[in-house]
């Protein structure tokens, strides 16, 4: 079983290419012990890429504990880059994911280095929930804003949050941001599925982006961020409808690490 691994800022993928359909995706099992760190290759979750018509490709994507996941921001960076390799397109691709259509920015900084800009799908609704917000940017989010991230429990309080009574039945990925200045903000996230802080989320750090923006405490259409595993930035245009948000797009790196084969 051949595959691909990738990472972008630190949020790490196996990447398959799946175009005859011969993966069996119904095996959670398998792709949970693909992605765990001891049995396995280790991963924060798994991607197929599969034909489709019309457009370059399409990504299926799975969480590391082997369930069909919604869309991820640093992995469709990352499955850009990997197509763009593997089925020698132009620098400008178009995918389906969970959540709809996206289309890819690819430039190549060096031989296994990608810079890839992502378009997001629309926003209409950022829900406040008391002082902090609930939004979904292709994947659903809680956003609480802090004083200093570093102090936080992310693991602790973001599982509190994740099996809250709300949030309990399907999940919800918790962020925690903080306010560096008008421009430029810090995240840290639980991610539901890894049940556990990871380096970096690409719909979280949208999600965060965009929270802050709704609740005031910046007035830029582009904020850089700080995740973990390093910076992203976030471009958007606000809509005069308060928490409608287009021309969403999400721009980092994606990194090829190494290539094997499972035996």
Not at 34 to 48: E, F, S, T, Y
Not at 222 to 243: A, D, M, N, R, W
């Amino acid at each position: 079983m051949r595959f691909v691994k990738y990472q972008a800022t630190g949020n790490d993928f196996i990447l398959i290419d799946n175009r005859t359909g011969w993966f069996e995706k119904s095996n959670q099992g398998l792709i949970a012990k693909m992605c765990h760190r001891r049995w396995g290759i280790g991963a924060d979750g798994l991607m197929l890429l599969e034909q489709a018509d019309g457009i370059d490709f399409k990504m299926v994507y799975f969480n590391a504990d082997g369930r069909i996941g919604s869309m991820c921001g640093n992995g469709g960076r990352c499955i850009s880059a990997f197509a763009f390799e593997l089925m020698d397109l132009p620098d400008f691709v178009r995918f389906s994911a969970y959540d709809g259509l996206h289309n890819a920015k690819i430039f190549r900084q060096s031989e296994n280095h990608f810079l890839v800009s992502l378009s997001m799908n629309p926003v209409r609704e950022v829900t406040p929930s008391g002082e902090d917000w609930i939004l979904n940017t292709g994947s659903p989010h809680y956003v609480k804003i802090v004083d200093n991230v570093e102090l936080i429990n992310v693991p602790q309080e973001g599982r509190r949050i994740r099996n809250s009574a709300a949030f309990s039945k399907e999940g919800i990925n918790v962020n925690f941001v903080q306010v560096i200045n008008n421009a430029h903000i810090a995240v840290r996230t639980f991610e539901r599925g890894v049940e556990d802080e990871t380096y970096s989320c690409g719909t979280g750090v949208t999600a965060a982006a965009l929270a802050i923006y709704t609740a005031g405490l910046s007035d830029c259409s582009s904020i850089e961020v700080q995740s973990q595993g390093g910076p992203l930035k976030v471009y958007f245009k606000p809509e005069e409808t308060h928490g409608h948000f287009n021309d969403i797009l999400l721009e980092g790196p994606a990194v090829k690490v190494f290539e094997g084969e499972m035996i």
